[in-house]
């Protein structure tokens, strides 16, 4: 059974850092490409950031780039998101998302809420 639990978001003031964390489980890590995504209120989910394995390539949008880290710890089948210099338009609700490439299937996690705000 395949799971990603996240945990780590929370209220922070703006210029505040978050840590997000996706444990997984049920699928081989190392074989995934590992996302984060986020959707504010009203508008679409987006994506945030990529990292590929075994090579940990990792990609950012625009609005994210210099903020934020993506890492994982493939021995604890561990995805990580940090957040630094965080603004009010970074207020979303955030997803982990697993591409496996041994079955081509995509898992999401459950999401957690990230408000900024003073």
């Known amino acids: 059974q395949v799971q990603l639990v996240q945990s780590g978001g929370g209220l922070v003031q703006p210029g505040g850092s978050l840590r997000l964390s996706c444990a997984s489980s049920?699928?081989?890590?190392?074989?995934?490409?590992m996302s984060w995504y986020r959707q504010a209120p009203g508008k679409g989910r987006e994506f945030v950031a990529v990292?590929?394995?075994?090579?940990?390539?990792?990609n950012f949008a625009d609005s994210v780039k210099g903020r934020f880290t993506i890492s994982r710890d493939n021995a604890k089948s561990t995805l990580y998101l940090q957040m630094n210099s965080l603004k009010p338009e970074d207020t979303a609700v955030y997803y982990c998302?697993?591409?496996?490439?041994?079955?081509?299937?995509?898992?999401w996690g459950q999401g957690t809420q990230v408000a900024v705000s003073s």
């Open positions: 998302k697993a591409d496996v490439s041994d079955s081509g299937l995509t898992y």
């Open positions: 990292i590929a394995s075994p090579i940990a390539i990792t």
């Open positions: 049920g699928f081989t890590f190392t074989r995934a490409v």
